[in-house]
């Protein structure tokens, strides 16, 4: 059985269709890539998964437990992380503070502290600037905040929004390098994103949005070669 | 020596008008709205203590405890049921709702009490403290050793705790809070909870010094209180207090040295001034805003 399973997913923001019947699955150890133009549904999937708005029919099951029907505020501890677009950190805060809210539902303090090792060794960057306000922090690094803020729940599954926007090159190649360590540690990643040729050369599989539809599936590296593909997403 | 008196004055009447500033400014923070009912909270907190103490002879202390409960019951309550169902209304619905919300208080008050004024014996029993020829009234020594503490207390609370890292998180961003695993909805109403058991002591407070209770009582204090939350910048904690307490002295001042019929004008004044020359309110800040 799937990890994450999507399920003929319908979403409505007021009148507006904008997730029309989607079904996808996510396996345990996979990164999976959802890419897509501007406004396809990208982002919408996401939010759908983790509550932040509600689907209208369908149904998205994590490790055999429907989401729709779980609040909001109890995924995070089923071992699901969100990464979302904008990165949305708490600009008012220290940097640890926002590590600290990572870990909101963990109970253990000793456990807590050893995640916060392991975040500031893949991050040390993060380590020498614990104590700065987040909201003073260049966009890369706001960005590796917002995924070690994600890595303080110690999840099973990251869903990560657009990890790479507004970021320069140098940056960007860092995050996905970051992106793929984690997944080779055990995490399973869910990863939306704009620039699909990065993308696709990290997944495994992928999944191709359109207006709210999928329209591709498949190996990432053969949706790589996809004259469709390759004319619509890679510029080529 | 007047000087002296007055700023005591001012640092007593400040000092209420701060603990209900707080309740301003953390609902502000968290829900971001005005709740312009919660002026009335003080005349409920008021009302309440009136009647544990002289109806049902509840000694002083247990009745402020009381006064307190049925005020964050009462916060938490018109939360649920006139303001949950608008969090994704327009900012002017939830205001005209929270004014719909102080006219219900004060007209339930009405009918409850009727207009007349009722009596609070002062629960107060401190005795005044002489310095010389200077008199430190007992409510004024527990109106501002109330206040220190609830301050105190309040900080350490919002910075140490977790409950208080969430509210940091939600006045921030409700949605990365939620994701973070923040329960929303309870995180809103443990500020209403505090905000209203402050407005509680506030009312207490206010009652002891000026011993009687109307239904109308909570109205011009928690417009003074909201002033004062303006004033120290909406969403601020400490600027809240600051605000408070700046009020505080100015109308006592002006009362004592320009004109008791002026005074309000002139508190209403100095708030017009700081919000063309700082928007934000003394302490408040500027979001900062990242692409």
Request: proline share 3%; with cysteine; glycine share 10%.
């Amino acid at each position: 059985m799937a990890m994450l399973e999507i399920k003929d997913l319908n979403v409505y923001y007021g009148m507006i269709h904008a997730i029309k019947g989607i079904s996808f699955e996510v396996n345990e150890g996979e990164i999976i890539a959802l890419i897509g133009a501007n406004g396809a549904g990208k982002t919408t999937t996401l939010h759908t998964i983790t509550g932040l708005i509600g689907a209208k029919s369908g149904s998205i099951t994590f490790e055999g437990e429907d989401l729709l029907k779980t609040p909001p505020h109890r995924i995070v501890s089923m071992g699901m992380a969100h990464v979302p677009e904008g990165r949305r950190i708490f600009q008012e805060l220290t940097v640890l503070e926002n590590l600290k809210l990572g870990a909101y539902t963990r109970k253990d303090p000793k456990e807590v502290a050893e995640t916060l090792e392991t975040v500031y060794d893949r991050f040390p960057r993060l380590k020498e600037r614990r104590s700065q306000i987040a909201g003073t922090l260049s966009g890369g690094e706001q960005q590796m905040l917002a995924m070690g803020r994600a890595l303080m729940s110690h999840p099973k599954i990251i869903l990560m929004d657009e990890p790479s926007m507004g970021l320069s090159p140098l940056y960007v190649n860092e995050i996905f390098d970051i992106i793929r360590s984690v997944n080779s540690s055990g995490t399973t990643i869910l990863l939306v994103e704009q620039n699909a040729k990065k993308a696709l050369a990290a997944a495994n599989r992928a999944y191709v949005l359109e207006t709210g539809k999928i329209v591709l599936s498949g190996d990432a590296k053969e949706l790589m070669n996809d004259d469709s593909v390759k004319k619509a997403y890679l510029g080529e | 020596m007047e000087f002296l008196e007055q700023l005591i004055n001012g640092l007593n009447l400040g000092s209420i008008y701060a603990l209900i500033a707080l309740g301003y400014t953390m609902v502000y923070g968290i829900a971001k709205m005005l709740n312009f009912a919660h002026g009335d909270i003080i005349m409920v907190g008021a009302y309440t203590l009136s009647v544990a103490v002289s109806t049902f002879n509840v000694n002083p202390g247990l009745s402020i405890i009381i006064s307190m409960i049925v005020c964050a019951a009462l916060g938490i309550l018109t939360e649920k049921i006139a303001y949950k169902p608008l969090r994704k209304a327009s900012p002017l619905t939830v205001l005209i709702t929270a004014i719909g919300v102080s006219y219900f208080l004060e007209s339930l008050a009405l009918l409850i009490f009727g207009s007349k004024q009722r009596k609070v014996a002062s629960v107060i029993t401190m005795k005044p403290l002489s310095i010389g020829s200077f008199e430190l009234t007992g409510e004024s020594i527990v109106t501002l050793g109330v206040t220190i503490i609830i301050m105190v207390a309040l900080t350490l609370f919002i910075n140490k705790t977790k409950t208080g890292k969430a509210m940091l998180a939600v006045s921030e961003d409700k949605g990365a809070a939620q994701l973070m695993g923040v329960n929303v909805d309870f995180t809103i109403s443990v500020t209403f909870a505090i905000g209203s058991a402050l407005a509680a002591v506030a009312g207490t407070l206010f009652t002891s010094s000026y011993g009687f209770v109307g239904p109308y009582t909570g109205a011009m204090p928690g417009i003074k209180a909201f002033v004062a939350a303006v004033l120290g910048g909406i969403g601020s904690i400490p600027g809240a207090m600051l605000g408070g307490i700046i009020l505080g002295i100015i109308e006592s001042f002006s009362k004592a040295y320009i004109s008791t019929q002026l005074a309000d004008a002139i508190v209403f004044g100095v708030l017009i001034v700081v919000l063309l020359v700082r928007p934000t309110g003394l302490l408040g800040k500027k979001r900062m805003e990242k692409v």
